[in-house]
């Protein structure tokens, strides 16, 4: 059986805990920053978890992570 390929989209966006849950980083970063709050531009530079329900999709993309 031939190895299993990673999504390597998937891999430059998620990284694993060490409980094995997925760490992403938040939307909304990127540009337009003016008319944003700085409260909530420092509360998008923290990662958050991967929600259960896309989890079991992205682990499969996944396999090695």
Do not use: V
């Amino acid at each position: 059986m031939p190895k299993m390929k990673t999504s390597r989209s998937a891999a430059k966006r998620f990284s694993a805990t060490g409980t094995g849950k997925l760490k992403r980083n938040k939307a909304y970063k990127r540009h337009i920053l003016t008319k944003k709050s700085t409260k909530l531009k420092r509360t998008l530079r923290h990662p958050a978890l991967l929600d259960e329900t896309n989890a079991k999709t992205m682990k499969k993309i996944l396999p090695y992570l």
